[in-house]
Structure formats: C-alpha cells, structure tokens
C-alpha cells in the first residue's frame, strides 16, 4: 500500500513540475495557421482563374476560387473581416476608386468550425472560398494581384494578418522552359544557373505592346519575384518581338538554388506531444557542396484536416549545426512566413553546443522550409541582401517549381495592370 502512494505521490510530483515548466516557444499570434491557396488542395499555388475569362491556353488547369484558412484560439469566435485589394504588378495598392470597388471586395459573414475535443493551440478553424456562392458579395473585377487582410470586423485600421494571391485571366497563350546554363564569373557550384523562356502569343483582343512585363517567381515565393519588361534593358534579360503578337521573353543567370528542406512532424508515433519537438535525425548541416535534394512539396506543407484526432499545434524546434557567422544572422523561411522572414523567423546561436537555434509553435505537418543569411531591415520590413545560396547549395538537379505570370498594362480607367497569362515547369526533372 505505501508503494502505491509512494507512486502516486512521485506521478503528482512530475505532472506538477511539467506543468510548471514554460512554454519555450513564443506566443502565437492572434491568427495562427494562415494559409491561402488554389482551390480546395493547400499544395496549390496562391493562384486562381478568373471566373468570367476565356479559357484558351493550358492555365485553364487553374482553379477558379482560392481558400483563405487560419486558426484562432478564443472562447468565442471572433468578429472578424476580411478585406481585399486589387494592386498593380509592383504589389502597390491601386487607389482608383472604378478598381477598388470596395463594395465588392470585403466580406464580414466568415464561415468557421469548433476545434474537437483534444485540440491544442486553436478553438476555431476559418475556412473560406473566394468566390462563391457563400460569399456573393465577393467579387475579383480585375485580374492581377491581390492582397487580402484579416481585420476587425468594426475597425479596419485593427490588422491581424494579411497574405498575396494572384488573380489570371488565362487568355494569353504560354509556354514556359528551363535550360542550365554556366555563368562563368563564378566558381562551382555558383556557376550552374538556369536560363528561363517565356513564349507568349497574344491575341487579336489585346494591345500587342501593351503585353510587356513577366514576372517569374520559384516555388511558392510570392516576394522575390525577377522580372523581365520589354523596356528594362537589364543585362540578365531579353525580349524577342518587341510589339508583336508573338514574343519570348529570357531571364538568365537565374541561380537554381537547392531543393526546400523537408521537417515532416505529421505522425504522433515518431513525434509525441511533448515540450519541443526536435528532428529525429538530428540537426540540419550546411548543404553548399552538396547535391541537390529531391523536392517534396515544392515550398508548401501538408497538415491534417480538421477532425483529424492529431490535428494540434506542437512547439517545433529548428536546429542548424553551423560555425557562428558574423556580421550577418540567420533566418528560417517557408510556407508559415509566407517565405518572407521577419524578426521573430530569426535564429539565435547557442555558443554551448554551436548550433543556430528557432523554436515556433506550427500546425502539426509535413513543412518545406530553407535557412537564410541576410541582415533584417527594420524601416523596409524585409530581410536586406538576402543569400539563400551559402548554407543550402546550389545546383542544376534542384527540382523548383517555377512559374510566370504575364501582365498587361491596360489603360482603361486611367490604367489597371491585368494579369493575362500563367505558364509553369519544374527544373532537375
């Protein structure tokens, strides 16, 4: 019998001290999980077709809604908006009254879902498709890109969260391809590049010189775009056809990189709830002489669906075994900072064990991530000088996904940048 007490006693004792242990992950923000994609599959692109346009080239694969989901951890469901707006190709918001149209561009009425039972980190899923029929008032007039942003329902000033997508109106023809290229200022392996080529065919509808600009973009990377204009002369790009129906824009010297790391921390067996989930295999190692991975989600992540019985937020730990780097810092990007890291995406080097450190409560998953080498600027918000070559390599095996969106410059109420074709190719395939 005293045994048995003895027991209970020591079990108390350790789930008293567990519980008293803080929480060495940082608190999550208010929106948690944002994730905006293509139709009902998160492994899309942030890209949808635009619902009333022609359907004339391969883009026609494009889904036709996009799906905002986040999570929030509340008693209740908060009031919440959801606002968009239509931005020219350099991500500016237009400030045309005809191409805001702010009636049909916000929705208060958000469709939402109790977390089950068991749970951890959120009360309530949003999940929202845009449009349709549940949001009539919704409505993407205007081609190009969008940024949304999650707000309070009764001061639009409160912003929680915000995310980009694009909106194509697939009536340009298009045909994207890769080629590897030696760019020979370089030693190896920073001489291996990719040359890509857009072939476009504008119609007869369209302005053949108004169809000037591409932007192309790598994996899921919506804020690192390379731009090819029919009159930017850059060394790096080429326009062939200039005012034709039939052009081919090049961007060269495009450095291929290495394929995304993986952290798949999707099965409870092999990653228990527990204070800090670590890499089974240890921590990661600097990947610049070594060959390329092979791709797994391209950028994205998967996590399970709501009723999933291992649908939790666990504090994840990134881990980079590395000497310390002076002069510049290192930061983890992928999907969950839209791959675009911010101060609280930055490592700290732990001098006991020389390892760069991150711990960050995510949606349990399988994640595509990389570590970057830049120094954060905090008037410009973004990392400057961004290197995402020294500590993952580079080669022409690495399997990116690349992809193109074509713009028009239509000068219809003082001028509206429309995007007009869509092409995409995977390299080291």
Request: contains cysteine.
């Amino acid at each position: 019998m005293k045994s048995i007490v003895f027991l209970l006693l020591s079990f108390q004792a350790i789930a008293s001290f567990a519980q008293a242990q803080p929480d060495p992950c940082p608190t999550p923000p208010f929106i948690r999980g944002l994730r905006v994609f293509g139709g009902s599959d998160e492994r899309n692109l942030p890209v949808l077709a635009k619902a009333d346009s022609g359907r004339t080239t391969a883009s026609s694969t494009l889904p036709d809604f996009i799906t905002i989901r986040f999570d929030v951890e509340e008693q209740a469901p908060p009031r919440l908006k959801i606002r968009f707006r239509h931005c020219d190709k350099d991500w500016n918001i237009d400030t045309d009254l005809f191409v805001r149209d702010d009636f049909f561009t916000f929705t208060r009425t958000l469709f939402y879902e109790p977390s089950i039972a068991g749970d951890r980190g959120f009360s309530w899923r949003f999940e929202n498709r845009f449009p349709s029929v549940d949001h009539p008032f919704v409505r993407f007039l205007y081609s190009g890109n969008w940024i949304f942003e999650i707000t309070d329902e009764f001061d639009d000033s409160q912003v929680y969260a915000s995310g980009r997508f694009i909106c194509v109106e697939p009536i340009v023809r298009c045909g994207l391809q890769v080629y590897n290229d030696f760019w020979t200022d370089f030693d190896s392996p920073l001489d291996q590049v990719h040359r890509l080529r857009l072939h476009i065919d504008v119609p007869d509808r369209l302005f053949a010189d108004f169809v000037r600009t591409a932007d192309f973009y790598k994996n899921f990377n919506l804020f690192d775009a390379e731009r090819v204009d029919s009159y930017d002369f850059k060394p790096h790009t080429f326009v062939e056809g200039l005012g034709l129906k039939q052009k081919v824009l090049t961007l060269r010297n495009m450095l291929p990189g290495n394929s995304p790391r993986n952290f798949d921390f999707s099965r409870p067996a092999v990653y228990p709830s527990s204070t800090v989930i670590t890499r089974f295999g240890g921590p990661d190692v600097t990947r610049y002489l070594f060959s390329a991975d092979p791709a797994v989600h391209f950028g994205s992540a998967i996590t399970p669906p709501l009723r999933s019985w291992d649908t939790e937020y666990l504090c994840v730990r990134f881990e980079l075994e590395h000497p310390r780097i002076r002069g510049r810092d290192v930061f983890v990007a992928g999907i969950f900072n839209n791959w675009d890291p911010q101060p609280a995406d930055r490592m700290t080097y732990d001098e006991s064990s020389g390892h760069y450190l991150l711990d960050r409560r995510l949606l349990r998953g399988s994640y595509d991530y990389l570590y970057v080498l830049g120094n954060y600027d905090e008037e410009a918000r973004y990392v400057r000088d961004a290197d995402w070559i020294s500590l993952e390599g580079n080669s022409w095996a690495a399997q990116n996904l690349y992809w193109a969106v074509v713009y028009y410059d239509d000068d219809q109420f003082g001028g509206v940048t429309r995007a007009v074709g869509f092409a995409r190719v995977i390299s080291g395939q």
